[in-house]
């Protein structure tokens, strides 16, 4: 026991001794950097352009470091070719390298947001431990890369990359990932800004922001790859030209080759050498392989997506910009191979047609042969285009339901719950509630419209009782069992739904839709490429606060839209105003008729491939038998 005691009382002295050498060495930096600070300010006290507070709020952020960043300042120091010093394009000196980082920390007016004082502090030391890779690729697209890392990885988005990337996955793993990924960065950009010139004026600034947001350079699937093969350069130039680097979610690939050689082989053979002096910066356990589980939930967003332009040339501003998003499943697989898939049938129906004369040993009629592989072929191509139309077919509706946007989902029993807690007379009419197995909601002026099967209306909530709207991405449920009456639907590894948070007396009711397609209204396709579900929900937010703004609203003599604002955020209580006896008639008043669809078109595919099907199978089949 006494010994036990004695160890722990060790133990406990080795770590105070540890903590107090660390203090001490952080005061004896922190002095020396404090001193060259002044000594440089001293020094350029005459310089025209020099900022005075530069040297107050050098102190400042100084006095807030840590030992690393510390530590790793002193070594910028003391390079012949330092940032500090000789800096590219801003004024020389360790009081404007530090002050005018941390003046970003002060909000210049209420216009301009302010950044905490930790996330400089840990852009800062990303800068100084990554700066042969920010001087080999350029520092344009250097943040974004630092970004892009840490997404990737699943690590906190305003912590430094080299503190905790270090820490779960060694300083090689991380030099490695961030290299390329600044590599890629650089020639994507290249590429995707081709097209802006001096002449395009304030236009050009959005240009170049969607040039940004169009390089993808860093996802789950790549980093995984990476940290699996380590590829060497010219390896990662050649999966890239056979088009496997599209499946990994980077895009654009259609760069220049020879350069993008260029920029992975700058700095690949120092890389060890590099990440050397911060192999004490891993912390306990073993370096991670592979990502963490759910990192990357925006990439995993923007994989999951397809988009897509509205049919048809724009004739007014509302089509110009409306977008079409849809849900990457089977049925979308099975359309972009739809060739390959005829080819297959064809074959395999040609097989099956000539099975029963192998088997009874007959000549085998090519003829027939033939026309059982081109009936199998069109068969597929007819099922295809069935799946095509019945998508089509929601975006016609769509677009003739509502200006604005229209979502559709499948139905579960979280919506099926949360619409009978809502409206329990309107769903009490038979067991799913007159919801088909897909569930629309359109948004009109007003509020929000659930539709249900044949596009009948099931429910409306009037923008007054709908607090928020959201987005959340949650795991797969699992398989549901023969007892559950409405199974949720599991495609993929993720369901991304969108919430429609009710009011009502008691607590506020979530109306959740599993998303699997949406006409977004008014706005720009590289929005909807880059953040689905973030353009989809701002574009709803707008429709929402619009209803306050909207002169249709306003009626003579009434208050302007304050009121109204006030009371779509919940500042007022909507309780007893003029404006809660309106949207009660229009959420239980009458209801239009829906649009009607025509399916003839789907009729006819589908008649195409069941009489496929009993052409190139069955009777082959039915032939076999009788043999």
């Known amino acids: 026991m006494r010994d036990e005691q004695a160890a722990d009382a060790g133990h406990a002295g080795d770590a105070a001794h540890v903590a107090d050498a660390e203090h001490l060495d952080r005061a004896l930096r922190l002095e020396r950097l404090t001193v060259a600070a002044r000594v440089d300010a001293a020094a350029r006290a005459g310089v025209v352009g020099h900022d005075p507070q530069d040297l107050h709020h050098a102190l400042a952020f100084l ?15 003391d390079r012949p070719d330092s940032m500090v010093t000789r800096p590219p394009g801003t004024a020389p000196g360790l009081a404007a390298f530090l002050g005018r980082r941390y003046a970003a920390s002060i909000p210049a007016s209420r216009y301009h947001p302010s950044t905490s004082v930790p996330e400089l502090a840990a852009r800062l030391l990303d800068t100084l431990v990554f700066r042969e890779i920010g001087l080999a690729h350029g520092t344009t697209m250097f943040g974004r890369a630092v970004a892009g890392v840490k997404d990737a990885l699943g690590l906190p988005p305003r912590d430094s990359l080299a503190a905790t990337g270090f820490a779960e996955y060694g300083a090689p793993a991380v030099f490695l990932l961030l290299d390329v990924a600044a590599s890629f960065a650089t020639v994507q950009l290249t590429r ?22 169009a390089c993808h350079f860093m996802t789950v699937p790549f980093a995984r790859h990476l940290l699996r093969w380590r590829p060497a350069p010219d390896a990662l130039v050649s999966t890239m030209r056979r088009g496997r680097l599209d499946g990994l979610g980077i895009s654009p690939t259609d760069i220049d080759e020879d350069r993008l050689l260029t920029e992975l082989a700058v700095l690949r053979d120092r890389l060890p050498e590099l990440s050397a002096p911060y192999s004490s910066w891993h912390g306990p356990g073993a370096v991670r392989r592979r990502p963490r589980a759910g990192a990357g939930p925006e990439d995993e967003v923007r994989r999951a997506f397809v988009v897509a332009p509205a049919d048809g040339d724009a004739r007014t501003a509302g089509h110009a910009f409306q977008q079409r998003l849809t849900r990457r499943s089977w049925t979308v697989r099975a359309r972009e191979r739809r ?22 040993a007959q000549a085998v009629s090519l003829g027939q042969v033939f026309l059982a592989g081109l009936v199998g072929a069109v068969g597929v191509l007819a099922w295809a285009a069935l799946l095509a139309d019945r998508e089509e077919d929601f975006f016609r509706t769509a677009a003739t339901l509502s200006r604005s946007t229209v979502l559709q989902g499948r139905r579960d029993a979280a919506l099926v719950s949360a619409l009978r807690l809502l409206r329990p007379d309107d769903l009490a009419r038979n067991r799913d509630g007159g919801l088909g197995r897909t569930v629309t909601v359109a948004l009109e002026r007003e509020g929000v419209v659930v539709l249900g099967r044949g596009w009948q209306p099931v429910a409306r909530f009037h923008w007054l009782h709908v607090t928020r709207i959201s987005a ?28 429609f948070v009710i009011r009502r007396d008691g607590p506020d009711v979530a109306v959740s839709l599993p998303l699997e397609r949406a006409k977004v209204a008014w706005t720009q396709r590289s929005f909807v490429e880059t953040n689905p579900l973030k353009a989809l929900v701002s574009g709803m937010e707008s429709a929402r606060y619009g209803w306050a703004l909207s002169p249709a609203v306003a009626v003579p003599g009434r208050p302007d839209a304050n009121e ?52 190139a199978v069955v009777a082959p089949v039915l032939a076999l038998v009788a043999s």
Request: net charge neutral; no cysteine.
């Open 564 to 615: 109204r604002m006030r009371l779509l955020t919940g500042v007022d209580p909507v309780a007893g105003t003029r404006y809660e006896k309106e949207a009660l008639d229009w959420e239980f008043g009458p209801r239009p008729r829906p649009p009607v669809t025509a399916r003839r078109r789907q009729a006819v595919l589908g008649a195409l491939v069941v009489a496929a099907i009993v052409w």
């Open 339 to 360: 060739a390959r898939l005829a080819v297959a049938a064809a074959a395999a129906a040609m097989a099956l047609s000539s099975t029963p004369a192998w088997t009874t």
């Open 192 to 213: 995707t800004s081709a097209h802006i010139t001096a002449s395009m004026g304030y236009s050009g600034m959005d240009a170049y922001a969607d040039a940004l947001d």
């Open 63 to 77: 006095d807030v470091l840590d030992l690393r960043t510390l530590t790793e300042l002193e070594r910028e120091l």
């Open 472 to 499: 959340p991405t949650v795991p797969a449920p699992p398989a549901a069992t023969s007892s559950e009456p409405h199974p949720a639907p599991s495609h993929g590894r993720t369901v991304h739904r969108v919430d």
